[in-house]
């Protein structure tokens, strides 16, 4: 198995322009999630999806929109990149199992710079 | 809503010291607990958990944590570190019942030196 996968590993933007990140996984998860990493701040979250065709909005989803089509690919899209946005994505998925005990499987992360 | 706190944003040691990495959570709901390292570059990769059970917990590379409901608390202890144990940790924290949503907190850079 590959695990989470994402691409790019780095992008830079100009204010304004739109993009999507890629993640795809290969182990059957169900959940997927979007988090970004910012120094001091930890990782927040921006958007989830427990299964294909459901997403929800986590702490920081403004300026952000995804979608589930499959079980595998879970894309985020910036439609108008700020500089806000520049921070490291993280991917993540998990398995659904009894009692929601499962453990996250993360990415290795996109680094986006918005100039 | 629940939150996680780690007060020591850096924490310096020697190798082969034993360190203790601190987390305290608040939730008015039970939770389970997490232990995440990211080493430079990469993606992060859990430690340990807990989920029920014996409150010590142990973990991959001789880490482990004790939880303690009573103060909240979390704490994550290595006896005897190595300089490849120089990375950021993040404990975390879910709700029971709350789906799959992971609250973090801010990271401890722990610096191993010679």
């Known amino acids: 198995n590959a695990g989470v996968t994402q691409t790019p590993k780095f992008q830079v933007l100009k204010t304004g322009q739109s993009m999507t990140l890629q993640c795809a996984q290969d182990?059957?998860?169900?959940?997927m999630s979007w988090y970004r990493q910012d120094p001091g701040m930890g990782l927040r979250l921006i958007h989830y999806?427990?299964?294909?065709?459901?997403?929800d909005q986590g702490e920081v989803p403004n300026g952000y929109n995804v979608s589930r089509s499959t079980t595998e690919d879970f894309p985020l899209r910036l439609l108008s990149a700020a500089p806000s946005q520049t921070s490291v994505y993280f991917c993540?998925?998990?398995?659904?199992?009894?009692?929601?005990?499962?453990?996250?499987?993360f990415g290795p992360g996109t680094r986006l710079l918005v100039l | 809503a629940q939150s996680v706190t780690q007060l020591d944003s850096q924490v310096p040691v020697f190798e082969e010291a034993p360190v203790e990495l601190r987390c305290n959570y608040s939730?008015?709901?039970?939770?389970?607990l997490f232990w995440y390292v990211q080493y430079p570059n990469q993606g992060l990769q859990l430690l340990l958990k807990?989920?029920?059970?014996?409150?010590l917990v142990k973990g991959i590379n001789g880490f482990e944590a004790e939880f303690n409901k009573s103060q909240t608390s979390f704490h994550l202890r290595k006896p005897s570190v190595h300089i490849s144990d120089t990375a950021e940790y993040f404990c975390?924290?879910?709700?029971?019942?709350?789906?799959?949503?992971?609250?973090f907190g801010t990271g401890t850079q722990l610096k191993v030196e010679l």
């Open positions: 182990m059957n998860h169900e959940y």
């Open positions: 993540a998925s998990s398995p659904r199992g009894t009692g929601y005990q499962e453990t996250q499987y």
């Open positions: 975390a924290v879910r709700l029971t019942g709350g789906g799959n949503k992971l609250t």
């Open positions: 939730s008015s709901v039970s939770v389970y």
């Open positions: 807990y989920l029920s059970g014996s409150t």
């Open positions: 999806s427990v299964g294909a065709g459901i997403t």
